[in-house]
């Protein structure tokens, strides 16, 4: 079992910068793969970016070059970095973890409003 609790959501203006902290509730060291992803009004949960224990990342088209995620093993903690932020980021952004084979955990979710 994995607890996952996201921060750092919030009201920002478009260009702007806002960083999610995703903390698990044990060592994240054995967790395969680590994500966010997001769920915009009337639309589909869709992937933002991902991490393996590795450290090898992916992203989603719409987010590369703005986004950048990373894991603090030591913190038990995965971050998203999110810059220029655009209006189309608006959305709840949940952190999840899959652990193989076939065991995936989700948080509650933050909110991000990107406007002016």
Request: glycine share 12%; hydrophobic share 30%; with cysteine.
């Amino acid at each position: 079992q994995v607890q996952l609790v996201e921060s750092g959501g919030g009201l920002v203006q478009p260009g702007g910068s806002l960083r999610l902290s995703c903390a698990a509730s044990r060592t994240i060291f054995s967790i395969d793969v680590m994500g966010w992803y997001r769920q915009a009004p009337g639309k589909q949960r869709e992937l933002v970016a991902i991490i393996g224990s590795s450290g090898g990342t992916n992203y989603a088209d719409s987010v590369k070059g703005r986004f950048t995620i990373s894991r603090d093993n030591a913190k038990n903690t995965v971050y998203l970095q999110m810059n220029s932020l655009k209006p189309e980021d608006t959305a709840v952004y949940y952190c999840h973890a899959h652990i193989y084979p076939k065991d995936n955990y989700w948080g509650q979710g933050t909110q991000v409003t990107v406007s002016s």
